[in-house]
């Protein structure tokens, strides 16, 4: 119930084109759900998060949109561009809980070509 | 305001050593709490401490503990290393309990032989 889970594992877009990252999740209690963007030899930087009384958040050419009742939810980067070449991460937590421990998925390894 | 900070950012040791790695917070940030990231398991939650109080602790051994100083610096330190301990541990602040935002500093390879 702890876990959450990313697909897809690896992903090829081409340069303008619209990456789309999915992540669902089991545990209802998780109240918080950021995106992470890591490069190789950095720690993950957050890009965006979103609380789920809301159903989508945009930030720049990022948007996270969000379904309650199906326990999903997914990024999309739009106008990809070759420096957004990274490995994404969706998390989940309880901060209701007064708790910092996030939970991640598995990561997606984004490659964007010129 | 800088970073989080983790030092030594790389590390060898042999089996059966101990290893303690250190994190500073942002300033200001009073909540620190540890990953391992490893290519088969991915980021895993180790602990959560807050006030020099442990919070939370993640699915480790013993062998994994931590502590957290009066100025919110952090240590981890593992002992007894095994060869599945090689990974990038990853430090992460935030403000406080109940605040949603953690920066994760640039972590520590730690490879053990």
């Known amino acids: 119930q702890q876990q959450v889970k990313q697909s897809p594992q690896s992903l090829i877009v081409q340069k303008g084109g619209i990456s789309i990252i999915n992540c669902a999740y089991e545990?209802?209690?998780?109240?918080?759900f950021p995106w992470y963007q890591q490069f190789p030899g950095k720690g993950p930087a957050l890009l965006i998060a979103?609380?789920?009384?809301?159903s989508e958040k945009k930030e720049g050419r990022f948007t996270i949109s969000f379904n309650k009742s199906a326990k999903q939810f997914s990024l999309h980067i739009m106008d990809s561009q070759p420096g957004d070449s990274a490995t994404y991460f969706c998390a989940a937590s309880s901060v209701g809980s007064n708790t910092g421990k996030l939970i991640f998925g598995q990561g997606t390894t984004l490659q964007v070509k010129p | 305001k800088a970073g989080v900070t983790q030092t030594p950012r790389y590390l060898i040791k042999t089996r059966g050593q101990q290893v303690t790695l250190s994190c500073s917070p942002i300033s200001g940030h009073r909540s620190v709490s540890w990953y391992q990231q490893t290519p088969g398991q991915g980021l895993q939650f180790l602990f959560e401490y807050f006030s020099e109080t442990q919070r939370n602790k993640g699915n480790f051994p013993g062998r994994f503990s931590g502590r957290q100083f009066s100025n919110s610096r952090s240590e981890m330190n593992v002992s007894t290393l095994e060869l599945g301990d090689s990974a990038l541990y990853l430090c992460?602040?935030?403000?406080?309990?109940?605040?949603?935002?953690?920066?994760f500093g640039p972590g520590t390879r730690l490879l053990v032989l």
């Open positions: 992460a602040s935030k403000l406080s309990t109940g605040v949603e935002t953690q920066y």
């Open positions: 545990n209802t209690a998780f109240d918080y």
């Open positions: 979103i609380r789920p009384d809301v």
